[in-house]
């Protein structure tokens, strides 16, 4: 199976090009981005060394799904997906924070939360909660998004404070932050699924605030099953889920958590194959639809073929 790990494109207009952990971002005339979901995957800040085929096609599709299902809530970047594995949107200038939302406490939160802290993000968390125990409301833990490296927490009154969001942006963020979830969650349900937190990202066009980049896929999100939360909530087993969280698992088993002097461990064409076939099924559950594989030899030819064309149309 092919995966597109690197591109390199010169389309019409083209300005500059922004490669990220997991998408490539082309400026169109400062006007558009042409937004390519790579096959590449990363955990803990790294890009891991092996693309995982069909991924890219995935993540796309899943997050220009949500996109159009939002577009009541708040306006959003998306203009056409001229591709499987493209977007191509408005250029908004992004905010310097991710806004984080958390209806259960677990993962990060859940690791900080046991080693004793009962405060994130300036948010207080009540005493004797236990691992994936739902929060009474969700919480929005927010996160400086960084040029390189780690994002780092960050509070509301430190964000304002620093000026990176105005205090008008960010309480309309916030707000839009709260109804994404709501309406995430209730989809979610409809499919069995319990979303357990996410992130948005929002950036700013003539005044105007947009919801940017991707929503809820399970790069950016955490999924439970509904069916048996409960009792394995009860028993403090592990929940299943559908999000990236294997990946990480499987890592750290392997002694590998992103800091220095760690080595990736061997990703085999059977263990990449495998997390194919695992993001195949997160598809299929957060859509509620048969993923569709979209075969083809070079990734890159056809791209370029379809975003050109769509580029010189417009």
């Known amino acids: ?13 083209q300005k500059s090009v922004y490669h990220g952990k997991v998408r490539d ?11 390519v979901a790579t096959d590449r995957i990363s955990a803990f800040d790294v890009i ?15 997050a220009s799904k949500f996109l159009d299902a939002t577009a009541d809530i708040v306006p959003n970047w998306k203009i056409a ?22 209806g259960y406490l677990t993962g990060s939160a859940w ?11 300036g948010v207080t968390l009540p005493e004797g909660m236990k691992e994936n125990q739902k929060f009474p409301t969700p919480i929005i833990t927010p996160t400086t998004k960084a040029e390189a490296g780690h994002d780092e927490n960050i509070s509301k009154e430190e964000i304002i404070a620093q000026g990176l969001v105005s205090k008008e942006d960010y309480e309309l963020m916030e707000q839009y932050t709260y109804a994404l979830f709501e309406r995430g969650t209730k989809i979610a349900a409809e499919k069995g699924l319990i979303l357990v937190d996410t992130k948005y990202e929002f950036g700013k066009k003539d005044g105007k605030v947009y919801l940017i980049d991707e929503i809820h896929t399970p790069d950016s999100s955490r999924y439970f099953y509904a069916d048996g939360y409960e009792e394995k909530f009860e028993k403090g087993e592990p929940q299943k889920q559908l999000s990236k969280e294997f990946v990480r698992q499987w890592l750290i088993e392997h002694d590998f ?4 002097g760690q080595q990736v461990p061997e990703m085999t064409e059977e263990y990449v194959n495998s997390v194919s076939e695992r993001y195949i099924e997160l598809y299929e559950h957060i859509v509620g639809e048969r993923f569709e594989k979209v075969e083809c030899n070079d990734l890159a030819a056809r791209i370029e073929k379809n975003v050109t064309e769509f580029l010189k149309s417009r």
């Open 81 to 102: 997906t001229p591709d499987p594995m493209v977007t191509v949107g408005l250029k908004c200038e992004g905010f310097r924070v991710e806004m984080i939302i958390r």
């Open 25 to 35: 971002v082309y400026n169109i005339n400062d006007d558009l981005l042409v937004m």
């Open 1 to 13: 199976m092919k995966a597109l790990v690197r591109t390199d494109f010169n389309f019409p207009g």
């Open 48 to 62: 891991l060394p092996k693309g995982i085929p069909f991924k890219g096609q995935m993540l796309n599709q899943i």
């Open 111 to 121: 690791r900080e939360y046991k080693a004793g802290c009962r405060s994130l993000c």
């Open 257 to 260: 958590m992103g800091k220095p």
